[in-house]
């Protein structure tokens, strides 16, 4: 096959500027919900930042994952629509940012950055050559170095492909995913240990790690899945797609629906089984003081309901479904990191405005890079030697 | 019987290119009771045929509920019920100890009544003759061809023009498939004598060799020289003696190996007078001496011979060995005593070997001199 000779009628368009509108909008009223609740409760708007922070790694290394994992595997039904996750992806440079307020709440947000309660304590003693504040921010720059050079590296290879053609940008692509997938294993568990399950520094789960990677392939998925079904929609992929596509798109956000489930239940059962203080406190945690509302929500939102919404098979290809599914499943991830972070510090359930505001500000933000990389990239990887084959993709 | 009826028209192409876009002409055409055939499933297939969704969902669907409820349901019934029994102090009904086993049945159930369900609905299984098998056509589709099939019950069906579409479609080689004489015979071919028949010597050579392999060929030793020899077998019969005994009692008066006859037997005088000790007590003897008595001796009689054990007040008290009595004893009253025993004391004749018997007498006399000693020993 001549790739070379592989042409389609691709006209690149611009996003409409009401968008980027939209999205300094909702920045700026989540800057100022942000400004605002720092002032009235310092402690629990640095919760709610890292529930941001953490929901926008999901989405920005779960793309980059996306994009890895095309690829190692050699997928060509992902071609077409991989600039989304590219697009995605951008979040990563922005991350640190949000980081950035955290460190300076340390000693509010991990009880373990405390010196003198980890001298009284045996267990934060003996755990403490890993849990001490030097080493926890090593290991988060080693983190976002990897990242942000992978998704450098990726991103301009995929991008130089559009201009040059050259296939051998490929096949340097599936060898960085080859080096990058390990890495990614390593570092997101290194990320769920540090960032969620270091909350309460006496637990420990040994699946964490593979729990918060399932929502992060739940949350990317959504926001891929959504993002090219409203492009697809407005016309951006000038109508190239087919319900193949989106086919697939669904039944990965069915899988890994499933996937979920069963980490999340596998964590769950062997702690009931086992039942060891030690670590049936986090689960009782989340069972006292209006968190069992919670919980019981996160089952139906976050397993039954998309289970229900994708499980026959028309429903995985109607363009609607699939949006209103995508938003939903974002939707629970977020309730699944609330549902993580927030009761280890507040005894009984809290809900307010001032966790309003990092999710405004992380939705605003998301719009404005994805609309700079859309602006200045092609939206479909023209340069690509498997783009034909993934534009005649068929079940 | 009319021997021409024909079942299809049928088309041969050789390129999964060509095959999808001659489907989708053919559906587009209005034909309605079409097939392709292929040795491997052709992605897009579906679509280009226009073929309604598969049933096949709703089939697992309903039996992977059925799975779920039928384990949730037994689980319960066996241990609320049939058989309650606490486990790790947690309820009677315990869900998440019944998910997993419930996860795995409804997949299970699911997975077996989709083949099922797909085999013997869906494809109407067993159907052992088809107008299709054992053509030119199929054997083509069956390598290297690709090929599509208008059956002649379509309400559309001519041969002639059906025959120029494939033409006009780009068909490498067109067939019209009859009915073999056999399929539309009305007599039923499953009670065709010759096939019974068959089915009966299969059933009794199926049935004896099963037979054999179960009853004789698994109990055939592959050899048996080592198992069967030509000796007397510990605890069994013997023919060659009179009375069948296989193991031979020891011919009377036998002395074992480093077996001494004990002459004073119930003659405590007499050891009393000629029994000599025959050791000398180097210190060689005295610590094999001491080693002995505080294995045998020492848990009644204490370490040091005054009767002050552990097992003081739970026995009859042993006596002291400080006594005068035992003091003015000779060596080989003491001696008579170990091999005898004596009121409560058994005899360890048989746990104590005769040089050790001796040591420990010496050893004896070394405590009783430790615990009266003269004002010499002091010098």
Request: proline share 5%; glycine share 6%; charged share 15%.
């Amino acid at each position: 096959m001549n790739q070379q000779n592989f042409s389609f009628d691709y006209n690149r368009k611009e996003l409409p500027s009401n968008l980027t509108k939209l999205g300094w909008i909702l920045s700026f009223i989540g800057l100022a919900l942000i400004l605002i609740s720092y002032l009235v409760d310092y402690e629990r708007s640095s919760f709610s930042n890292l529930m941001t922070f953490m929901f926008l790694g999901s989405v920005g290394i779960g793309s980059l994952f996306l994009v890895a994992l095309e690829y190692i595997a050699g997928a060509v039904w992902s071609t077409p629509i991989r600039r989304v996750s590219e697009f995605f992806a951008f979040i990563l440079p922005f991350l640190v940012l949000f980081a950035v307020p955290l460190f300076f709440n340390l000693h509010g947000l991990f009880h373990w950055s405390h010196s003198e309660i980890v001298a009284s304590d045996e267990i934060l003693k003996s755990k403490s050559p890993y849990l001490n504040i030097n080493f926890f921010l090593i290991r988060f720059a080693i983190i976002f170095t990897i990242w942000i050079l992978f998704y450098y590296l990726f991103t301009r290879n995929s991008q130089l492909q559009d201009v040059t053609k050259d296939q051998s940008l490929t096949t340097k692509n599936i060898r960085l995913a080859g080096i990058f997938i390990p890495l990614f294993a390593v570092t997101i568990t290194v990320a769920a240990i540090d960032w969620i399950m270091s909350l309460e520094p006496h637990w420990y789960s040994t699946i964490f790690g593979v729990y918060y990677f399932s929502g992060t392939m739940l949350a990317v998925l959504a926001a891929g899945t959504f993002t090219t079904v409203l492009l697809n929609e407005k016309g951006y992929f000038n109508n190239l797609l087919r319900r193949d596509h989106f086919y697939s798109m669904g039944a990965l956000l069915f899988a890994f629906t499933n996937f979920w489930a069963y980490i999340a239940f596998s964590q769950y059962m062997l702690i009931w089984y086992a039942n060891i203080p030690e670590e049936t406190f986090w689960m009782i945690r989340r069972w006292e003081g209006g968190w069992q509302f919670v919980s019981i929500a996160l089952i139906v939102v976050h397993f039954i309901v998309p289970y229900i919404g994708l499980l026959s098979q028309p429903s995985k290809m109607d363009a609607k479904r699939l949006k209103i599914m995508s938003i939903w499943i974002l939707f629970a991830h977020y309730l699944d990191l609330y549902w993580l972070v927030m009761p280890t510090h507040f005894k009984s359930f809290t809900f307010g405005w001032i966790e309003l505001g990092f999710p405004i500000l992380g939705v605003g933000i998301l719009i404005l890079i994805f609309v700079f990389k859309f602006n200045r990239t092609n939206l479909i990887p023209i340069g690509d030697p498997k783009l034909k084959r993934g534009l005649n993709f068929r079940l | 019987m009319n021997n021409n009826l024909i079942y299809s028209v049928s088309a041969l192409f050789d390129s999964p290119d060509a095959i999808i876009n001659a489907a989708e002409e053919t559906a587009n055409a209005g034909y309605k009771n079409i097939d392709v055939h292929s040795s491997y499933p052709i992605h897009g297939m579906n679509s280009a045929m226009k073929l309604k969704p598969s049933k096949l969902g709703y089939i697992t669907l309903v039996f992977g509920l059925s799975g779920a409820a039928f384990a949730l349901l037994f689980m319960y019934w066996v241990n609320v019920f049939e058989y309650p029994l606490v486990i790790g102090g947690k309820p009677l009904f315990q869900l998440p100890a019944f998910i997993p086993v419930t996860f795995e049945v409804t997949v299970l159930s699911a997975a077996i009544f989709t083949v099922v369900g797909m085999l013997f609905v869906l494809f109407k299984f067993p159907n052992n003759s088809h107008p299709l098998h054992d053509t030119l056509y199929m054997k083509k589709v069956s390598s290297d061809h690709y090929g599509l099939t208008i059956q002649a019950i379509d309400p559309l069906f001519d041969e002639k023009r059906v025959k120029e579409f494939f033409k006009r479609l780009g068909a490498k080689e067109i067939f019209t498939i009859n009915y073999d004489r056999e399929e539309i015979s009305p007599k039923n071919k499953i009670f065709d004598l010759k096939f019974i028949s068959f089915l009966a010597a299969t059933a009794v050579v199926v049935s004896g060799i099963t037979y054999f392999t179960l009853n004789k060929l698994l109990y055939m030793s592959p050899f048996d020289w080592m198992m069967n020899q030509n000796r007397v077998n510990a605890q069994s019969k013997s023919e060659f003696f009179k009375d069948g005994i296989g193991m031979r009692p020891p011919v009377e008066g036998t002395v074992a190996r480093g077996f001494q006859p004990y002459k004073f037997k119930g003659n405590p005088e007499l050891a009393e007078k000629y029994l000599l000790n025959p050791t000398s007590p180097t210190e060689k003897n005295l610590l094999r001496g001491k080693k002995l008595y505080n294995v045998y001796c020492s848990p009644c009689h204490d370490n040091f011979g005054k009767g002050e054990s552990r097992l003081k007040g739970q026995f009859p008290n042993p006596p002291t060995l400080h006594s005068d009595k035992v003091r003015n004893w000779s060596d080989g009253r003491i001696y008579h005593v170990i091999v005898e025993g004596q009121n409560v004391m058994p005899s360890y004749a048989s746990q104590i070997s005769v040089n050790d018997r001796w040591a420990i007498v010496n050893y004896i006399r070394v405590l009783q001199r430790a615990v009266n000693a003269k004002e010499s020993d002091v010098k």
